[in-house]
């Protein structure tokens, strides 16, 4: 029996007739919300935890943390959103001419004869496509849903398939969330569906914007679909990366047993599915780097082997790992020996030297699991010819003493460049829920590096100004009201007050 | 004789050497440049508004004007830079665990272990298309120029053809800014040239964002290009509206006559070449409407022809006016009769019905000139469906008195959402330079509503957040040490502070 079509364009309208309500609730009203959802999860964790881990093959420990983080993003987001200065306010009063000897250059002054005020307001229905890797923290409840309901925004999402069950279960807790608000039940719809439901929530006219966690193929056929639209939209896809790790001469020596057990810990935890996953090491050839190389392939080695999300992820680290070994130069340096399920990953530290990866770009394309490739650099030079290629990242990351860090001046800039978050002597996995992250970075990690999937300034993703021009006080929303009777931080002819004027 | 083709791949490439450098000048040293920029075009003030007046026909007291707005954009987008607080910067440091009793919930607390310091960086080289119509504000040295100098990107101007001899001009001013200033020469770069030069800059794998101020086919055709480059970049396009102005019943009925002298002025002030134009006005059909459009028509009638800007606009308002006019139920209400000269603009104010402006999408486009189509509707229900009929506007404006406001409430939700700028009882062009201004609004007025053209906040379109991860504070920029010896407004674990930490 074939099943029911989804009725697209019904759910969309919907979701637009919610937008005409839900943009006008309090950021007091929103941050409730959301604290809410959070309560609505609590409630059923247990299921949800027993529900993901028997779909995603992930660990109860690991997934219980996932949902609390997710309820710390929706509860923070929440605190953001009612805290208010994400809105950007920006008043400006009439002006009186200045008085007197007229201000010399008269280029340094601007009449001012309007009133104006703007702030920040939601875009409309935004469509989200959640990750395999994080059933709960990206996905149906997750950071993109978050951050649009904040904005103002209602949601439509796009379940994942690999976890099905997990994304109904946490849809019917925001949909009593939302009932428990007294918020329109269409300010969030869950949609099963293939690639064609998918194609067809991004190009309908009424969606404002979409939030995509998932593969660089996926990502950019959605973006081209969205770009191509007859009225573009939006589209913030983080499709991973491969988070190079740069591993300096001195640190290396100094550091090597610690390194190789901080990073066999950060390639392979959870079979190595994170975006943040390093899965390339630099270094320069050296006894030390060989000895490191050693340690990390004996590390890799004792990992068991892990079963992965779902089959479809298996077979691309399989085939992918595969193609990256048939590159010319690239060795096996640690593995399992032991025989390995069909869906279960393989723990890999391969190797290459510096001028075969420079000539091999198959080489950054991202395996996502437990892989990463060592990458042994003749010299200085050549480390920096390496930093040069790089495609945008997620992360870079520097393994360095203070000594190294001189010595190698001129890579910190080229690094700097060609990521979203820079992190030193640390690994990249582990991304801090917090208003300075950022989770993002130049393409292909994401398709708009001024925009962060992580923390509260994320919710900027789904909103636009709105200027008022001239309007009475009493007719405009209480954020730009002469008292500011919400107390919030806004800039008032060009100064930073809490102050009415 | 067969001109020198422009190496536009040499270009870029000395433009993103000049960005190696110029990103990491100061905030200060941003300001300076930009009021340096404001000295030397004040020093060829005379030569300027003289060549651009022979370039473009505009009046000289207009361009007058225009050059110090310029001005005061440069000037006040540096101070604006120096201020900092568009840098957005978030700091979060590792929180130790709380003692005592944990919180209840778990969720409403996040474990911090790592420090966390974000701000946002330039982007790099950014290619400016100027605009025909703004020799000075919207081009060489215009708002884009300034906002993306201001952010830390170098800039590569497009001339615009229509003002060449100008632009040269300007372009040796910021030249001169950049030596006086110690900054690298390049930062600036001026190529003239055709379409193709102009593509290949957008395609070029160095340039890293576009801005454009322009028509929609133009608008249109660089973003999609760069949209399908493959690492697509930000591009900020402004292509004009036509800004529907809603006359309400009780307002017009009180006010016909100083209406019409007001509206007369904003439809054909510089030969009606503003994006901010009022090209739509809609009324309820009445004895009083009759009355205004009569009062208009007149005035309009009474408006002498003047030379447009190049004759590739005077052709293009001709035809698209001949289009409007010839479209089913469009009658001309006032119009010129006397004989125009070949590169003339025609004021001209047209009438429709409300049911014939919905059944013709093509009234919807802007006729660029002195033109604006009355749509009288036939009752209240037609107007709300006139306004929903409505694309993304720069503008939306209410002429309005407080009866009409209460009578007309489900207008106001339809024209915010269709516009980056509201207006009431006033006219939408005359866009003021400032923090609250918003220049921008939904497709087809710009391609990303989330950013403006006009106001300080036009720096972020060129700018990404980048997250320093356990770094040493010496090892960080200024903006983002623990003494904040810039003395900026930042977030500090979740608290705004000028204070060190």
């Given at each position: 029996m074939a099943a029911t079509p989804i009725p697209v364009n019904a759910i969309v309208k919907r979701s637009y007739a919610a937008f005409e309500q839900y943009r006008n609730t309090t950021l007091a009203g929103r941050a409730a919300f959301l604290e809410r959802i959070a309560v609505e999860l609590e409630a059923i964790a247990v299921v949800l935890v027993e529900t993901a881990a028997a779909e995603t093959h992930l660990a109860d420990a690991r997934l219980r943390g996932e949902l609390q983080r997710t309820q710390w993003q929706l509860y923070s987001y929440g605190q953001a959103c009612a805290e208010g200065s994400w809105l950007d306010i920006r008043i400006d009063r009439p002006l009186e001419q200045p008085q007197g000897a007229p201000v010399e250059p008269s280029w340094k002054v601007s009449e001012r004869k309007q009133d104006l005020r703007k702030m920040l307001v939601p875009l409309g229905p935004v469509v989200v496509f959640g990750a395999s890797n994080f059933p709960f923290a990206y996905s149906t409840a997750g950071g993109d849903t978050a951050c649009a309901l904040a904005a103002g925004c209602p949601v439509i999402v796009k379940a994942h398939p690999a976890h099905a069950a997990t994304s109904r279960l946490v849809a019917a807790a925001v949909e009593r969330a939302a009932v428990a608000c007294g918020l329109p039940a269409n300010v969030f719809l869950h949609v099963e569906g293939g690639l064609e439901e998918g194609q067809a929530l991004v190009l309908?006219?009424?969606?404002?914007a979409v939030g995509f966690t998932g593969s660089l193929e996926g990502g950019r056929a959605l973006f081209d679909l969205a770009q191509q639209r007859p009225e573009p939209i939006p589209v913030f896809a983080e499709m991973g990366s491969v988070n190079p790790v740069f591993l300096l001469p001195e640190y290396t020596k100094q550091n090597a047993s610690a390194l190789a057990k901080q990073y066999v810990q950060s390639i392979t935890a959870s079979a190595g599915q994170f975006c943040t996953n390093p899965g390339l090491l630099i270094g320069v050839e050296s006894p030390e780097l060989q000895h490191f190389q050693k340690l990390l392939a004996h590390e890799m080695a004792a990992i068991p082997p892990a079963e992965m999300l779902h089959p479809g992820i298996a077979t691309a680290f399989q085939h992918k790992r595969a193609d990256a070994l048939d590159v010319d130069g690239v060795e096996v340096a640690g593995t399992l020996s032991c025989p390995v399920g069909r869906n279960e990953s393989i723990p890999t530290l391969a190797t290459v030297s510096g001028e075969d990866f420079l000539c091999n770009?198959?080489?950054?394309?991202?395996?996502?699991?437990p892989y990463s490739l060592l990458v042994r650099c003749s010299d200085h030079a050549q480390v920096l010819e390496v930093a040069r290629s790089l495609k945008g990242q997620l992360t870079t990351t520097l393994m360095a003493t203070p000594g190294d860090l001189r010595s190698f001046a001129a890579l910190q800039p080229l690094l700097r460049e060609r990521c979203g978050r820079f992190v030193c002597n640390?690994?990249?996995?582990?991304?801090?829920?917090?208003?300075?992250m950022m989770h993002g970075g130049p393409y292909p990690a994401t398709t708009d590096s001024r925009f962060t999937a992580v923390g509260a300034d994320g919710i900027r993703r789904f909103a636009r100004p709105l200027c008022y021009q001239n309007w009475d006080d009493d007719l405009m929303p209480p954020e730009l009201q002469k008292d500011n009777p919400l107390g919030l931080l806004r800039m008032v002819n060009g100064e930073w007050t809490r102050a009415g004027f």
């Open positions: 309908h006219p009424l969606t404002r770009p198959l080489l950054q394309e991202e395996v996502f699991g640390s690994v990249p996995t582990g991304v801090e829920v917090a208003p300075a």
